[in-house]
């Protein structure tokens, strides 16, 4: 039984305890909190918000840390919980039942009491509770890729979350909801600014209104940390260079990093983009990026802070191939960085497109901590419309094989175990704005979920972290989750099948990327334009990123470029990327290429159909307000799926001179009509 459906404007997230505490008859829980810090407060005061799912036969609760007496007395093994991870479980102390929240410090109960809620939620008992996890990964966070002036770049939910205008006077109420849901989920940092950053961000005005927001984060556990202009010396310093290797620049940073730690003590650090898309960097000087991060890592050194030093080089250049600048550029600086940086790197080799294969750089770095970095915001994949589940993504790369060493994954380099790297990392660009919703629609607010939980531990699969959104989010029943979590599952492949089947990537419309562009061939340079990435022509399709063509796949382990390098030994779902064949090709199916991709197109299109049919059977079981948006924006995929399929078809028979199959319908109109779409305000795109 599911109860009452009450209306919802889904700004409650996954925490919806209001929302309980209206339909059930409950108990608030005693709790006994031994320890006086804000976090401890946080932990008191989230448990008493839960207190409907406790029931009638409400517990008391004792949260302590491992140091406490009665705690120390119980001989619990918490010692490789490390700082931040926690033990739930019912103990007797004395002559009294208690159920125990614990951990060395005040995060891990914190930590701890966000997991006994969210075992609550998702239908656990309180009998024989017996939860204890450690993350696996050290820093968790989330990249705002938010302007100054309130335009979030790439953001479809509304405009910043950070009011610069009020701060510091001014503290939103927002800012501790936000603060609440990420620690839920783990995430431990925050970057306020864009990666394209301005060098006002730096200045005091500014440093204290991030100090104030690093007092709302910090009992939740939350660092916060700046994207930093690397020209700010120049700009902000007066001086004549930003060169890293001149001891004026080292100065200015040093001295900038001693006013803003005197602000903010606590301070994480900084996340640098540099020498790519114009953006400033070492290269100006014919420095390398070691030169860089490592000049910045000494001045936040003293202080404890860390450098996050993106290898996103998209430069301007005319290379090869787009897709092996990272690895070309870094990769001979392995062991050169200091140990407070780590470098963080893309998924995939390209821009967080529907499907790329990891990043040739995970694996290939082994003295060199890296940082993975997921797009959480759906940049490529429909914006904030189109319902695309990230979690198999997420998956998908974290356990891909590098072959570097036996077994190694993704997740293996990330998580530091293979080389016993303590400073490891994930990084999710936010789809967090002002909308009431947080992500723009209910299910966008599942990857920001997701992300979190399997930053946590890259080792939870996509499947259980979607049972337990979707348990929390609207109600642990069956009968709910199980469609849901179908729906979510097939939701991302479904984007790539209309949109980029078969191993192809970045046939969007430039700019804003939001519709189909394949046939876009006349921007300035070759890689800002899609046919540069499909290279169709008469005789076939794809990326010859062999030997014969660009050989990218040189940079990954022998033995697997080794596998890459052959048609027959290429995943399907990567063919395209790495070579170009024949229309005519036969593909495992028994169809030729030409037919399995218009075959793909057909199915993801079906898909999005299914995802309606299935939310249409669920109105009676949830609530009219995001029923109502889900099944819009449903529409709207199902609608723009069509015009992906269509329009892409077109360009293609316009490009091989092949009908289609048998029984397939047509493309509802002819190329050019495709190509007169225009998009000029398309949300996202502050350039």
Known sequence: MTGTAYAEDGYDLWLRYRTLAATSTHRVPTIEARGDTATFRAAAEELRRGAALFGTSAPTILLATADDRAVAALHLPLAALGDEGYRVRQVTLGNRGVLLVTANTDRGVLYGSFALLRHLQTGGSLDRIDLTSTPRVKLRVLNHWDNLDGVVERGYAGASLWDWWTLPD???????DYARANASIGINGTVLNNVNAKADSLTAPYIAKAAALADVFRPYGIKVYLSARFSAPIELGGLKTADPLDPQVAAWWKAKSDEIYRAIPDFGGFLVKANSEGQPGPRD??????????????????????VMWRAFVYAETDPEDRAKQAYTEFKSLDGKFASNVIVQVKNGAIDFQPREPFHPLFGAMPKTPLMIEFQITKEYLGFATHLAYLGPLFAETLGSETMQRPGETVADVVDGSVKGHTLTGMAGVANIGRDRDWAGSTFNQANWYAFGRMAWDPTLGAAPVAREWAAMTFAPSPKIVDPIVAMMMGSREAVVDYMTPLGLAHVMATGHHYGPGPWIADLKRPEWNPVYYHRADKAGIGFDRTRTGSNAVAQYAPALARRLADPATTPERELLWFHHVPWDRRMASGQTLWAEMVHEYDSGVAYVADMSRKWDALKPDIDAE?????????????????WWRDASLAYWMSVNGRALPAGTAPPAHDLAWYKAQRFPYAPGNPQ
């Open 285 to 306: 000087y014919h420095r390398s990026h070691a030169d860089g991060a490592n000049m910045l890592a000494a001045a936040v050194r003293p202080h404890g802070g860390i």
């Open 170 to 176: 001014f503290h939103d109420p927002r800012y501790t």
């Open 626 to 642: 995001r029923w109502a948006k889900t099944a819009t924006y449903l529409a709207v995929q199902q609608r723009e799926a069509q």
